[in-house]
């Protein structure tokens, strides 16, 4: 019964297809159901072109992506980790598909020498993203001139060095106090982020070379 509603439902070239079938397979429906997922219901897709032709998810993060890429390598059976130049196509591959264009330009003047040197720098980069100190705000604009009077009475003659007016039994005396630069924390962290790379892979390659 099984297999009589299967064959009705069937397009004419399925149908085809089950008629050359031998009759053992034809007759029995736990045979002729595998026989059917064989032919028609296996990926089109071979695990090869997939992984060439593999995209990043709009919602996907950059470390996500490396490892469904390294995973999509794996099935393919590229063997990236057993090649230098089947690495560096891998790390290439991942780069060209990143949408950060900041990010992509970091680490295409990188060279790594292994793919986990390269997943190292991208958790990094996530935890100054979560941390909130990687700030895309512009810093506020601070004037420097020589004639510029600060708040207190303070007028600044340099960016480092400000001088205070005081009348003293009716002399001027003029001392000079030293001021510390206000220094924006967003903008130490955006300086200090592609150099912490830059040492990083600098360790790495020590380290492999010894």
Known sequence: MKIYEFKTKMSPAARNWMGQLGKRVRTNWGRLAREFNREYCKSRVSDSEKYYTMKKYKDETDLAFLYRLNLADERADVKF??????REQHIKRFIKNLTDMSLRSTLQSQRF??????EYVLKQQEEVNASGSYSTRSPPNRDFRADNVAR?????????RAYVTQDDEGADIE??????????EDDIAL???PAAIQVSGSRTTRMEHS
Do not use: C, F, H, I
């Not at 001392?175 to 924006?184: A, G, L, Y």
């Open 81 to 86: 980790r057993k090649s230098e130049r089947r």
């Open 113 to 118: 020498y292994k793919v986990s040197d390269l």
């Open 152 to 160: 207190g009475g303070m007028r600044q003659r340099n960016a480092n």
């Open 175 to 184: 001392q000079s106090t030293q001021v510390e630069p206000n220094v924006d």
């Open 191 to 193: 300086q200090e982020l």
